[in-house]
């Protein structure tokens, strides 16, 4: 399936994702600069904060708490749509979603 990324060029870049792989596998696997992914998935960096302004909310997995503190200390400003793309899984529901990724992760 395909989910895009759209960084500070603001162009999307379309990728190839297996369902059941994590968006920010996806991301690392294609090379998406800007997603640091630090921690590889642990849910303990908030460096593949993302925000999903585009997407319906009930396609997304509810948010652990554990998620949601990591969010409170992200280095980009934390908005309605934003989720760590680590926990989010590659599905038929993403088919074309964007994921737009905060200018820095530091």
Do not use: W
Not at 37 to 66: F, Q, R
């Amino acid at each position: 399936m395909t989910i895009k990324f759209r960084n500070g060029s603001g162009e999307p870049v379309e990728v190839r994702a297996r369902a059941g792989v994590s968006v920010m596998e996806a991301a690392v696997m294609n090379n998406i600069h800007g997603i640091e992914a630090e921690c590889g998935g642990a849910c303990i960096c908030a460096t593949c904060h993302v925000y999903c302004d585009g997407l319906d909310a009930s396609v997304l997995p509810e948010m652990s708490s554990e998620e949601d503190d990591m969010l409170d200390m992200a280095t980009a400003e934390r908005r309605p749509g934003s989720r760590l793309c680590c926990q989010l899984r590659v599905s038929d529901n993403l088919e074309g979603a964007v994921f737009t990724i905060p200018e820095s992760q530091f």
